[in-house]
């Protein structure tokens, strides 16, 4: 089991995509967020991710760096599936509002024959706090970050090897989440920036923490591996020694800081 890195910078980055990425069992991959255009094709591309191999998806949330590519990924499957060069169905996750956003923006810029696809082969599921699905060979249960902006959910995955993996989406933790979050093998948290770098970049101004701030959650949770993205991109030359660094400093497990088509065995 792998995590393909497709993306792993902030909203407005330049230099670097989006964060998103791609959960890689063999054959069947599960796709989470897809960064804000039609980017996300030359990512999969270029991480070996093929498009058949994706058989689901999970929608955090609608802000545009995150469900704008969505809209990319539904174009292209739909065609594939129409040309009969995608097999099976396409499983869309998400909560009630970011599904509504989904189908409203499709509707008004995809054609009509792909839009014809839905409920028949690509199937938008809404879901809420608690709910369990399969995909890649996964138990998720998704649950809502508590997000102090626009409505956002994060999941659980049991993998493969019964190792616990949690992502948080893009804001800090919420001790809401805890049942879901503790003791994890994987967590999957944001983290814009180093906590001595807070009065360059204003985390906490945008609902986001800082590095020393998210080792300090993992730390407290009991987590075996941190993996963080949805940075800056100022320090990307640096970023991974100076981000390792900073978490290391009060957390005791190990600390993954990716760029954009890293690959990290889970």
């Known amino acids: 089991m792998e995590?393909?890195?497709?993306?792993?910078?902030?909203?407005?980055?330049?230099?670097?995509?989006?964060t998103c990425f791609a959960l890689v069992n063999g054959e069947e991959a599960l796709l989470v967020d897809a960064g804000g255009g039609n980017q996300i094709f030359q990512q999969l591309t270029s991480a070996k991710v093929p498009y058949e191999n994706i058989k689901a998806m999970f929608i955090t949330h609608a802000h545009t760096d995150h469900i704008l590519g969505a809209i990319w990924m539904?174009?292209?499957?739909?065609?594939l599936i129409h040309k009969k060069k995608h097999?099976?169905?396409?499983?869309?996750?998400c909560h009630d509002e970011a599904a509504d956003t989904l189908v409203q923006i499709c509707k008004l810029t995809l054609p009509a024959k792909f839009i014809r696809e839905f409920g028949e082969t690509i199937h938008i599921h809404k879901v809420q706090e608690g709910d369990q699905a399969e995909a890649a060979g996964m138990k998720l249960t998704f649950f809502d970050i508590r997000s102090s902006k626009l409505k956002q959910f994060g999941f659980q995955a049991i993998l493969p090897d019964q190792k616990r993996?949690?992502?948080?989406g893009d804001e800090p933790y919420n001790p809401a989440c805890r049942q879901y979050v503790?003791?994890?093998d994987w967590l999957l948290c944001e983290a814009f920036c180093r906590y001595e770098d807070r009065d360059i970049?204003?985390?906490y101004e945008k609902h986001h923490s800082t590095v020393l701030d998210?080792?300090?959650?993992a730390e407290e949770l009991g987590i075996k591996n941190l993996l963080l993205y949805h940075t800056e991109e100022k320090s990307l030359s640096t970023r991974k020694e100076s981000y390792t660094a900073e978490?290391?400093?009060?957390?005791?497990?190990?600390?993954?800081?990716?760029?954009?088509?890293?690959r990290i065995t889970l």
Not at 165 to 168: D, G, P
Not at 247 to 262: I, K
């Open 3 to 18: 995590i393909a890195m497709l993306g792993t910078g902030y909203a407005m980055a330049e230099n670097c995509y989006n």
């Open 74 to 79: 539904i174009r292209k499957l739909a065609a």
């Open 87 to 93: 097999e099976g169905n396409f499983h869309i996750y």
């Open 165 to 168: 993996l949690a992502c948080l």
């Open 182 to 184: 503790e003791k994890a």
């Open 201 to 203: 970049f204003h985390p």
């Open 214 to 217: 998210a080792a300090k959650t």
């Open 247 to 262: 978490a290391q400093s009060v957390f005791n497990g190990n600390v993954f800081v990716p760029y954009d088509l890293e």
